[in-house]
């Protein structure tokens, strides 16, 4: 869908996230026609290269990060024009008054604040203060959202002086991946499915965000977040409020945000034997997480596996096990589903146990896998084999080049308007309250994070968190 020429100022224009995702994503919703040519995209940051220099900057990050090369050859040079500069200090008056200036009177505005958290409350006084924004202007933020639930009051109330929630869009990029929404198709879009969706019929849910990646160069960020406050908190809460929540009545910011609140709020305190911390050492030839943060002593969780309850009615007594890492064997994201037993076996005892189960893989292979029971083929009785129903989504409906990633996604989603995809205010709250007490619980308790070797699957204490069940996790990878 086209939208008119807007004007977009990205603080923290020459950082990381804006050469890493911002500037290619922009580039690509280009490329595919979505942004017209008279828009402008102002970098704003306190170095000084000039609008030249963030040129060049920007053609280079195309290059690094942008998914189509012949997109750069194609559309870059018209791109670059979209292009400015200005060099300002978000705490001082340096560079404001040119800001204003390259305003253009009637068009939509769109702050995108990709800087470190403690600027939020300044830049949006200096906009609202200065007259540089109106009732349609979008105010574009990042997480951290916050260390704890506090500090995410205290950024929701800086923010909220100035601007209505309407305006402010919070991103969690899982939000914007095709396959996180997928969840949703797969759900509200069948008939198959939702019926069985409730603990009458599943017996626990889990769901795995492995990472191969270490934290090398994340050091000073990662040792005060670790896995619970850098994923948990968020990317992980948003797909368990997906997979947990009552089906919205359309699919539309407030009522869908409306129930994955619904699902933050009815999560139980997480006992603290559910709750097992992780950090990688040394193994196959990569440095351990010590050495990557450059502290021996260092007691940060680079790993967590734990297990929640939601006490409502249709979860009541199944049991989600969450799991997240760095470093772990394969980069794998995944929620399997699984459900309980057939109330008696027709095949007797030695046909043993058989579930069937539901596996959304998310990344890096999408698909679905339904694992269904059958009979084993030839003669020997009525032996009974599991089997996958197994789709690619790229097989089954070829993969698209152009689709566009989640960052490009949540920004066309901002200049359209649509906030379906962003968390609100009280959202991102309950989910540090929840977060919260977990984290305060072992920090009192004084508890170490146990070892894991770098490439595995994580502390063998995770295992054991849920065969105690008598349960087992999926393999990653
Ligand atoms: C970020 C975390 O939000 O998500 C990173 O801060 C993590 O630590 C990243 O690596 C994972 O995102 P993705 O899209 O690669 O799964």
Redesign the pocket.
Known sequence: IPVDPFDLIIFGGTGDLARRKILPGLFRRFCAGQIPSETEIIGAGRSEIGQQGYREFVASAIHEFSKREECSICGLNEFLELLDYISLDAQGERGWADLAARLHPGRLRAFYFSVGPSLFGDLAERLAGGGLTDAGSRIVVE??FGHDLESAQALNAALAARFNERQIYRI???LG?ETVQNLMAVRFGNMLFEPLWNSQYVDHIQIT?A?R?G?AG?AA??EK?GAMR??VQ??LMQLLCLIAMEPPAKFEPDTVRDEKLKVIRALDPVEPHHIVRGQYTAAEGVASYREDVDNPRSRTESFIALKCHLSNWRWAGTPFYLRTG?RLRA?D?QITVVFKDAPHSIFGPEAGRHRNELRIKL?PDEGITLKVTIKDPGPGGMRLVDVPLDMSFAEALGSDADAPD?YERLIMDVIRGNQTLFMRDDEVEAAWAWTDPVIRGWESRGDAPKPYDAYSAGPDDAAMLIRRDGREWREIG
């Open positions: 997480k951290p969690d990029h899982y991946k965000v990472e990646v934290v994340r960020f990662y977040a850098d994923m968020n990317h760095k980069r994201s990344q989640a």
